[in-house]
C-alpha cells in the first residue's frame, strides 16, 4: 500500500496475497479532509495503510483508501480487510462508557430541559443509556448501522435502530457523534445530513481525539485502527471544518487519557503481544476533545 512491492508478497494463492490484491484494487485516492491540500508527508503505516500528515493545515489522514462502498460495508459488518487479514471492530458493550459519559453530558448540559437528543453511531447504545441517567427528560434515541450492536441496545431496551443518517427523519436538539469522526470519508458531507436534521439553534456534540495536533506517530497512544479510522484531526481543524458548516461558536473540553492505569494496560497488552515497552503515565500530548458546536440562527 503505497511502498508495497512484489518481493513482499506471500507466493500467489496464499489467503494474505488475495487479501492484499483486493485491498490494492479497491483504492481511492484523497486530498486533505479539512483544507483539501494535496501536500502531505509520512506518518505512520499501519495494516498495510499509510497514515499522512497533511503540511498545510497539519490534519492526519489515510491518502489511499478503500472505496466509499467499501467503508459504508465495512461500517455495517464492522470487519475491514488489511494486509494481514481483517481487523475486527465488532466490540462488546462496556458497561463502564454510561456514568463515565454521563458526568460528560452533565457537563455540557445539565440544567437544560426537554432535549430531543440522536446519537449517531450510537454502537451498543452506552452513550444514549448516559444520556438518559444524565438528563431524565430527554428524549434520547440513537442509530447505527451495524446490527449486532443494534440488536445488542435493543436488548437492554434502549431505542437503538438500525438506520443511516440519510434515512432518519425529524429534527434533534443535540445530534451527537461519539469516536464517530475518524470513520467518516466525507464530513461536508456527514455535516450537512446533520445540519439538515438540527433544529434552529441546537448543537453537535463530538468526542474525538486530537491527532491532528501530534507531530509524530510516537505521541498516540496504541493502535490507530487503519483503515477503521480514516481521519485525525486536531483542534483548529476541527473547529475550521465546523464553522464551515454554520456551527459559528464551538466549546471544546481536553480530557488526558495517559493516566497510570493507561500506563499499566499497555505494557501488558504490549507483552502480551511479544512487544514490551515502558509507558510513562502523563508524558503523553494525546487528548480526547470534546466540543459542542452550536448552529448559527
Known amino acids: 500500500m503505497g511502498r508495497r512491492d512484489a518481493a513482499r508478497f506471500p507466493p500467489i494463492g496464499d489467503h494474505e496475497t488475495i487479501v492484499c490484491m483486493l485491498m490494492q484494487v479497491r483504492l481511492e485516492t484523497v486530498d486533505c479532509p479539512c483544507c483539501e491540500s494535496k501536500g502531505h508527508r509520512h506518518w505512520a503505516s499501519e495494516n498495510g495503510y499509510d497514515a499522512v500528515k497533511c503540511t498545510r493545515c497539519g490534519t492526519v489522514y489515510i491518502r489511499e483508501r478503500p472505496r466509499r462502498e467499501d467503508i459504508s460495508a465495512a461500517a455495517r459488518d464492522g470487519v475491514h480487510p488489511t494486509e494481514d487479514g481483517v481487523l475486527d471492530q465488532r466490540l462488546h458493550r462496556q458497561g463502564w462508557k454510561v456514568p463515565f459519559y454521563a458526568g460528560i453530558v452533565r457537563r455540557f448540559f445539565e440544567g437544560e430541559k426537554g432535549l430531543r437528543w440522536l ?7 452506552e452513550f444514549v443509556e448516559a444520556v438518559q441517567r444524565a438528563l431524565p427528560d430527554a428524549e434520547a434515541m440513537g442509530i447505527d448501522p451495524m446490527k449486532v450492536k443494534v440488536a445488542c441496545a435493543q436488548k437492554r431496551s434502549v431505542p437503538i435502530t438500525a438506520q443511516t443518517l440519510e434515512e432518519v427523519t425529524g429534527s434533534y436538539d443535540v445530534i451527537s457523534i461519539i469516536n464517530v469522526f475518524s470513520h467518516i470519508p466525507d464530513f461536508q458531507h456527514f455535516g450537512r445530513l446533520i445540519r439538515a436534521r438540527l433544529k434552529p439553534g441546537g448543537s453537535l456534540f463530538i468526542e474525538t481525539g486530537n491527532g491532528g495536533d501530534l507531530p509524530s506517530r ?34 471544546h473540553f481536553s480530557r488526558r487519557t495517559d493516566h497510570p492505569l493507561w500506563a499499566a494496560k499497555q505494557m501488558v497488552k504490549g507483552a502480551l503481544k511479544g512487544r514490551p515497552r515502558v509507558f510513562i503515565p502523563w508524558t503523553r500530548k494525546f487528548r480526547t476533545i470534546f466540543y459542542r458546536a452550536y448552529l448559527d440562527g
Open 218 to 251: 510516537a505521541d498516540y497512544p496504541g493502535e490507530l485502527l487503519l483503515p477503521d479510522h480514516l481521519v485525525f484531526s486536531g483542534i483548529e481543524q476541527m473547529k475550521q471544518t465546523l464553522g464551515r458548516l454554520g456551527f459559528g461558536r464551538v466549546e
Open 119 to 125: 446519537d449517531v453511531g450510537a454502537g451498543n447504545g
